[in-house]
Every structure is written in C-alpha cells, then in structure tokens.
C-alpha cells in the first residue's frame, strides 16, 4: 500500500489545494509545501525499511485493471526506483521553496508542481507498461502549464514545443508498443515490463520479424530520447528550460529528465536487448555527440540559464554513454561483466547527483536573476565581494557539476569512464572533449559573475538570506556527502544493476 | 424497466406541450426530472441484466405483435452493446438539459423536443424488430432539424436542411435495404435474431451490405459523406449539438453494427478494406481540417469526423478487441463531444457571443471563465487520447485491432491522433491562455458559470475519468456481448 499512498498523496493534496478559494493563496501554498514534505518523509521511510539484502522488486502491489488487455496496476521498487523515488521527494520541495515568491496565482502553480510530483512517483514506480504510460503523460500536463502561465516572454513558444516534441515520442512509443502488443503469441500477450522481459530472452518476441523489431524499437527509443534528450532530439529542451520559471526548471532537469534514463535502464535494455546491441555503434556516436555538441553550445552561449540547460543535456550524456556502452551481450573477456556493471552503477549514481546538482545551479542562476533582474554572463562581476557566502555556495555547485572528486558529480562519471572506456573506447575517446568543455565553461561563469573588479551599481548585491541558505543546505550537504561517501548510492544500485545483468 | 427510459422521455415531451403558459421555469425542471428519471432507469435497467441475465445476451424488455399481417412486432431488448449506448444516452440527455438551463426563447417546445429526440434515440438503441428500429430512426431526425432552425446559430437554415436532407438519403438507403432482405429471407419477419440466423445469397449481401452500411454510417460521420455534421453542430444550439455530437452519430455506428455488419456478414468481408481506408482517411482529414479552423466550434465538429472515424475503423478490424474498442469509443467520444460543445457553445459562445478564434484571442478568457478553462484543459486532454481518461483504453483497443489486421492503418491514425493533439492544443491556447500575445489584456466582464453549468461540467468529467480509470464497468458489458450468439455471424465473416 506504500508505494499507492506515496503516488496518490500529492496528487490528492494538489487537488485539494487547486480546490480551496481564490482567497486562500498563501494557504494553498503551505498546505502544498506541508504536502511535499510528508511526502518526503514517506519516501525516506520506503527507504528505511528497504530490505537492500534481498533485491529485486519490493513492495509489490498488483491488482487486475483491465484483464482482457493484460493491463495491471503493478507497483514496486528495486534499488533504482528507489533511488529515483527519493531524488523526486527530495527535488519536489526545494523547487517549491524556490517559487516561493510566485505572485500569479501561487496555489495554482503549487497545486500543478503537485500533480507533477504524483507523474514522477508513478513513473518510478510502476511495473506495467499501460499504467507506467498513465503516469508518465500525466506528469507532461502539468509542466506544460508551468512554462506556459508562469514562464519568461517567450513562455508560448517553449512550452508548445516542448509539449509538442514530446507527445510525439508518446504517441510512437506508444504506437510501438501496441504493435508489440498485437503481434505476440496471444498466450504471451502482456504489457508487465518482467513479463515481457522474460519473453524477450525466451525469443517470443516478434517472431523472426526482424522489420518489426527494429520498428518497434525505434518507436520506444524515440520516446524515450526525446525526453533525456538524445541529439538531435534535444532542440525544445534550451528555450524549455530557459524559459520555465526557476522552480519549474528546477523540476525539469532535476527529475523529470531522469524518466527517460529510468525508461532506458527499464524498458529498453531489458526488454530489446538485442535490438539495442544491433544499433549500439550509431547511438553511442549519437551520446557522445550528446556529451560534446551541448558543452560546445553551453561554451557559446551568453545567457546563464541557457548555459546550464545546455550543460544538464551534457550531463545526461553521459548517462546514455554508459547505457550504450554496456549494451552488449557478451565480448568474452573475463573483466566484461565487471565493467558493465561498473558503467551502469556510473549511470545511476550520475542520474541521482546530476538531480542534485543541476536543481541547485538553477536555483542559484534564479537568484541572480531574482536580484540583478538579468542573467546575461557580462552583466556581473565581482560579486564575491558583495556576496562571499552565494559565490562559495554556487561555486560548490559549479565545481560539483564539472566533477572535481570529493563532490557528488565526481563518482558518476568516474564509474561510467571506467566502464566505457574499456567497453566502447573510441565512443569515449570523442567525449573526453565533453569534460574539458564543461570545466572551461563552468570555470567562465565563475569567472565572470564573481570574480574581477565590482561594478557601483551591484555593491549593494545582497548575499544569501537566512531563509535562502536553509533552502539550499539540504541539498549541498548532500552534495558533499555523497562525495564522500558514494557508497551510500552505490549500495543501492549495485544490486539492481546485478539484477539487469543476469537475465542476459 | 428499461423501456421506460423510451415511456419517460415521450410522455414528458407531450406533457410539456400542453404546459399552460410560457414560464421557462416549470418547462426546464420537468425536462430535468424526465432526463434524470430516465437516466436512472438506465442504471437500473443495466444492473438489473448484469445480475440477472448476465450483461452478454440479449435480453428482452417488451415484445408484442403489432402489425402481424407483415410479422412486425414492438420488440425491445437489450444486450451489452445496447446497455452502453443507453447509459450514454442517459448520461448525455441530464447533461444537455443542464446547459439549457438558459433557453428562455419558448422554452417548452424547446425541451419537449428534446426529450423527443432523446426518446427516439432510446428507441433505437433498444429495437430488435428491425422495422421498429427504422421507425424510431426516422422519429428522431424530426426534432434535430426544428431545434436546429428554431434556436440554432451561424447559417441555421442551411445547416439543419443539410442534416435533414442528408439524414433522409440515409434512411432510405437502410429502409430498401432493409426491404431487400425481408423479401429475400422470406421468413415474414423484421427480428433482427431471426434475420441473423439466414444465410443471405453472396451476391446479394455485397450489395445490400454497402447500401445499409453506408445509410447508416453517413450519420456516424463516415468520410465522404460526413460534411453534414460541421455545419450541423455549429448551427444548432449547445444542447442539440451535444445530442447530435455525443449521441445521434452514435445511432449511425450503432445501426452499422447492429445491423448491416451482423446481417451480411460476406458483404462486410468483401467491402472490409473499402471501408477501413475511408475510416483512415476521415481520422487524418478530420484532424487535419480542424487544423485550420476560424471558428471555435467547427474545430469541435471535425473533431467529431476524427474521432468518429477511430469507431469506424474498430468496427473494420474485425477483431474482438478492435470491437470492444468501437464500443467503448462510442460512449468515450459521446462524453467529451459533450463536453467540448457544452465549453464553446454555453459557457463560452452564449458569454462573449463570438467563436472566432481571433476575436477570442485576446479576451484572456483563462482568467475571465477559469471554470471554463478548467473544464476544457481535461476535456481537451481526454479528446486527446490521454491515459487515465476514457477515450486512452478505446483508442488503445481499436490501435491494437488495427495492428492485427492492417498494420498500414494502424501508423496512420497514430498519425491521426498526433495531428489531433495538435489541433486540440491549438484550440486551447488560442481560445483561453493567449494572454501574452496581446498588449495590454482587457477583461471583459462576463456573468460567473452558473450552477447547472457545473453541475453538468462535474457529470460529464467524472464519467469520463471514471471510465478511464475502471474501464472494467463497461467492458463487462461489452465483451460478454461481442460473444454473445446475437454476434455470432461475425466470427464466421473472420473475426479474431
């Protein structure tokens, strides 16, 4: 029952708030806020009593829903969901409190950022395709209207293409699957992502029809691309993010771009494991190229939000680089297990810190904004003077984000080289530019906003307030914990990248 | 009890002829109190044939001789298909009562044809006797023209003679069809069951199929002869276009199924492909229409054409899932047409007088109507094909029968539902959220949503959310139904 509580909790809270009168906006607010929190405290709670000994799905409920289609309500968690369930519960308040001075309408967009987390949660959460589908459109309704009621001047435009592009790898993923649906051996018929798994190593799939199979798997790969964002599917994501207010960006990068890596590790590996192996040379010419393009962009860009949106596609990246890298059924050396494992455990670890990290530059570029009223690299300067404690805490972050070791961005793409550069070396030869454009990048922005001489008008620039540091102190303590301590994430993922490994 | 949903509506519509005087008041609450009354014999009527009968086979509700010199009989009876449309129709009478609650304009020949209409549309989902059917056909095609003349919009005249006229062809069509194969089955009956069970000669069922077909499915909307229903629901005021959206093309799939498909099996199989091209074409051109539409309502109507073209195609996969789809498309669609026409017609047109989407545009209506807004962002993403919402599990089923048997069609209306969301997000932003593409926003003041507006908003989404998540309430009826004997031809025309 845990895992429906944890789904249905925000959503039913955000009705209530989207409920309550026009009058009632600072309410509304707080009971959404209160609502995250317990949330929370629910997934820290799933957490604690997660039985890491035993593996596999835990806390299963599964009841018939529509039984003539083969469709169940079906929840549970491995190690990976977990970890994804805990990232969205601890993402979802730090974004609210960032939008905490939303002056249109806050219950409305309290309530929405809600109904998104609820989206998350299922996604994270579910077991079956149908029921995975339910909740993984229901979180896209309620970003488009945060870009769109709450976003900067050109808020129309980014959220149309983004609702666009992505519904269009919905339908063909859906459309893909349906067809996978239709052409199996009825008595083999299912949408239950295990059940079909299982069904793909015992061949059942397709049948020999090798044109099917490489369709259907285009279909799902192009939903889940467009959402990481593979390139060249990545073209709504810079006016998205740049112009979604500051907790929705938040929001953006932080959780939702980890439904489509989810989607990867979930459903395409196990499901089209050979499909995956057959076209593993053009995608991870297309991961790199997703690592190398964007930290280019980044490099050329003059506005600090686009250039963290473009360093969040770098960083997932890597994700896709590890995914691609280990998509390979066998090589024979005796090392080959270990390093898949060693790039998908990167590949987690990356999902969960990338969470952590680039919610929290977002934050801070928000800040900026929010203060200087712009956000263009020239328009600042020595800030650290005015404010040492904001330029300290955005440089963690910064630092956090190019991958110095001893902060949380450091193990992730440790692991995933470690893995890729043995498994698919020329692949990871091409992104090693990635990383050096990622430091330049990062490093300009630290530069440039904080350092050198400050200009009369921003002496008065505030350093961070009270609230503002208690807002950011859970997520950069854990920026350095994890660090530290990579472990703490390792032991999760480790059993259910284990897991994935041994169907093959 | 189900026969009095036909009893209840007919009666009332006479009762509020001879309603002394012409207050609205009395007029709209005894329409509600027949609306409701008959919804709730529905319910009744369906649990009642769940428990008893088991929702699968046809169960009869009155059957009596009435012209017995030609074997004609008043034979009502219901199965699971049957129940689902009467349910609709129950559902869609209330609602549409609820967004007349404005009709001051002789208020009482207003609702007395309405729940004429409705009794009609009742009837012809619960005939068996094919002649009766036909009859009730006809009946309800009265009504629709003269609640479209009398208290119709933009280009009544035109739209409601289109529909009649059109109507007309179409039931001529069926009624020789029908004739044809009276006459040639030589059993002296109209029963449908009976029908059912003759082996119709080859070459007579390719033509008879066509013509009963296509009769029937010019009112579903069928493309090319769908051109009827834009200007029809554009012209006729909110509850009309409701009824004639939501229920009255319903009677054309239905009529098509009921009937054409189940009396020449080997027709339907020689005119298979014909038919699902056309379904394909009127899924993609529909959408494509509404594209580009001026006008707010037009983009509902050929919504309509695109939706209704997914029953068209369920019907032509010849698969027990590609059926079971139709079906619940059926209802799914007859729901969120309602409540899209409700949105642009009621709370939308009858506010700001306009449909324009230009003139629209810049009244920042998400603001001015947030009831309205609300209510037409989930209606919108049900019309898209959302999961959660009735109209996801229908066109799933129908996308799944199509893949089985034309895999072709099967990418295309996914194509078709991409340029549906389009056209759908489209409509949405230009009409409610546009505020940032005009300078400076004025806020036309605009009377608040009434309560029935609510009321009826409030029935209508819950019934698809509730659909969409527990589907198992009416696939229940519908499965067992498509096994049922009554459908036993179409499992020898092929069907999987």
């Given amino acids: 029952m845990i895992l429906s509580i944890l789904t249905f909790l925000p959503l039913i809270a955000g009705v209530l708030v989207a409920l309550l009168g026009p009058d009632r906006q600072k309410l509304g607010r707080n009971l959404a806020f209160a609502a995250s929190l317990l949330a929370l405290a629910l997934a820290i709670g799933l957490w604690a009593a997660f039985d890491n000994a035993r593996g596999g799905m835990q806390f299963v409920e599964r009841v018939p829903w529509v039984p003539s289609l083969g469709i169940e309500y079906h929840l549970g968690v491995d190690g990976l969901g977990l970890l994804m369930v805990l990232l969205s519960a601890l993402i979802v308040p730090f974004a609210l409190l960032a939008s905490w001075k939303i002056e249109n309408n806050p219950k409305l967009y309290f309530s929405l950022a809600l109904f998104l987390e609820s989206g998350l949660f299922g996604t994270f959460t579910a077991q079956n395709f149908i029921h995975w589908f339910l909740f993984w459109e229901l979180s896209l309704i309620p970003a488009f209207f945060l870009i769109r009621i709450w976003g900067g001047p050109k808020r129309a435009y980014a959220a149309s293409q ?23 051996d009825a008595s083999a018929r299912s949408f239950d992502f295990a059940q079909l798994e299982s069904t793909a190593h015992a061949g059942g799939l397709f049948a020999g029809h090798e044109t099917l199979a490489t369709a259907v798997f285009l279909g799902v790969l192009l939903g889940l691309a467009v959402k990481v964002p593979l390139l060249p599917f990545h073209t709504w994501l810079p006016a998205a993010y740049s112009e979604a207010p500051t907790g929705t960006a938040m929001l953006l990068t932080g959780a939702m771009s980890k439904m489509g890596v989810y989607g990867f590790l979930r459903i395409l590996w196990p499901i089209f494991p050979e499909q995956m192996q057959a076209w593993r040379t053009p995608l991870l010419v297309l991961a790199a190229a997703t690592i190398v393009l964007p930290a280019a962009a980044a490099f050329a860009q003059k506005d600090l939000k686009r250039m963290v949106a473009y360093s969040s596609v770098n960083h997932l990246g890597y994700c896709l680089l590890g995914i691609f890298a280990a998509a390979r059924l066998t090589d024979g050396s005796a090392l080959f297990p270990n390093e898949q494992a060693a790039a998908l455990n990167g590949v987690i670890l990356q999902m969960f810190n990338h969470g952590l990290t680039a919610s929290a530059l977002f934050y801070f570029v928000g800040l900026i904004e929010q203060r200087g009223g712009a956000r263009g690299l020239n328009d600042f300067g020595g800030l650290r003077q005015a404010a040492p404690v904001f330029c300290g805490l955005m440089g963690i972050a910064l630092f956090a984000s190019l991958g110095l070791p001893g902060l949380n961005g450091f193990p992730g793409e440790f692991l995933i080289f470690k893995g890729a550069l043995s498994l698919a070396s020329r692949a990871s030869l091409l992104s090693i530019p990635g990383l050096l454009l ?6 300009t922005i630290l530069q440039r ?19 503002e540091r208690l807002t950011v102190l859970p997520v950069m303590a854990l920026m350095l914990v994890l660090g530290l301590f990579p472990q703490l994430l390792t032991g999760l993922a480790n059993p259910a990248v284990l897991q994935m490994l041994k169907s093959f | 009890m189900l026969a009095w949903t036909i009893y209840i509506s007919f009666l009332s519509a006479a009762i509020l002829m001879f309603l002394p005087g012409d207050n609205p008041r009395p007029a709209r609450t005894l329409a509600l109190l027949a609306a409701l009354a008959g919804l709730a014999c529905a319910v009744m009527g369906a649990i009642d044939c769940h428990q008893h009968a088991g929702a699968g086979a046809l169960t009869d509700v009155a059957n009596a001789p009435w012209i017995a010199e030609l074997g004609i009989r008043y034979h009502l009876a219901a199965d699971g298909i049957s129940l689902v449309l009467v349910l609709l129709t129950g559902i869609a009478a209330v609602a549409g009562v609820l967004f007349s609650w404005n009709v001051e304009n002789s208020a009482r020949e207003f609702f007395a044809l309405y729940l004429a209409l409705i009794g009609g549309v009742y009837g012809v989902f619960l005939s068996v006797d094919l002649f009766l059917l036909f009859v009730f056909y006809e009946v309800a095609i009265i009504p629709k023209y003269f609640l479209i003349v009398i208290w119709g919009s933009t280009r009544r005249e035109y739209g409601a003679m289109k529909l009649a006229l059109y109507s007309f062809v179409g039931s001529a069509m069926v009624l020789v069809g029908l004739i044809a194969a009276y006459v040639v089955a030589g059993t002296k009956t109209f029963d449908l069951a009976e029908l059912a069970k003759v082996s119709f000669p080859p070459a007579f069922q390719n033509w008879a199929f066509i013509v009963v077909f296509v009769g029937f499915a010019i009112l579903a909307g069928l493309w090319p002869f769908h051109t009827w229903a834009p200007t029809g629901h554009v012209a006729a005021p909110t509850a009309a276009s409701m009824l004639l959206a939501g229920v009255v ?24 492909n014909t038919i699902a091209v056309l379904a394909v074409v009127g899924i993609v051109y529909g959408a494509l229409v509404a594209l580009v539409q001026q006008d707010f309502k037009f983009v509902i109507g050929y919504s309509s054409v695109s939706h209704m073209g997914f029953v068209l195609l369920g019907l032509m996969t010849l698969t027990q899932i590609g059926l079971s789809g139709a079906v619940l498309q059926m209802f799914s669609h007859g729901i969120i047409a309602g409540l899209l026409f409700a949105v642009v017609g009621r709370m939308v047109y009858d506010r700001t007088h306009t449909r324009d989407l230009d003139v629209l545009q810049p009244m920042n209506l998400n603001r001015v109507l947030p009831f309205a807004a609300v209510t037409f962002v989930i209606g919108a993403a049900a019309s898209m094909g959302l999961p959660g919402f009735s109209g ?39 009409a409610f959220f546009a505020e940032d593409k005009v300078e400076a926003p004025h806020l036309t003041p605009c009377p608040r949503i009434s309560l029935p507006e609510r009321l009826g908003a409030v029935l209508l989404l819950a019934t698809t959310i509730t659909i969409g998540l527990c589907p198992g309430l009416l696939l229940d009826f519908i499965t067992p139904a498509l096994n049922s004997p009554l459908m036993q031809p179409l499992w020898k025309a092929g069907m999987r």
């Fill in chain 1, 449 to 467: 906003v904080f350092s050198g001489p400050l200009p009369g008008k921003w002496s008065g620039w505030p350093d961070l307030t009270l609230g």
């Fill in chain 2, 249 to 272: 093309m319903k009677l054309g799939a239905y009529g098509a199924l009921r009937v054409a498909m189940i009396l020449f099996p080997i027709g339907l199989h020689t005119w298979q």
């Fill in chain 1, 438 to 443: 990622t430091s330049i990048f990062l490093l």
């Fill in chain 2, 392 to 430: 996801f599990i229908a066109e799933l089923q129908i996308l799944v029968g199509a893949w089985q048997s034309f895999p072709v069609f099967g990418v295309l209306a996914a194509v078709g539902i991409l340029v549906g969301i389009a056209f759908t997000l489209r409509v949405l932003l230009k």
């Fill in chain 1, 162 to 184: 983004f609702f666009i592009y992505t519904m269009v790898g919905s339908v063909a993923m859906l459309a893909a699957f349906l067809a996978l649906y239709a052409t199996t």
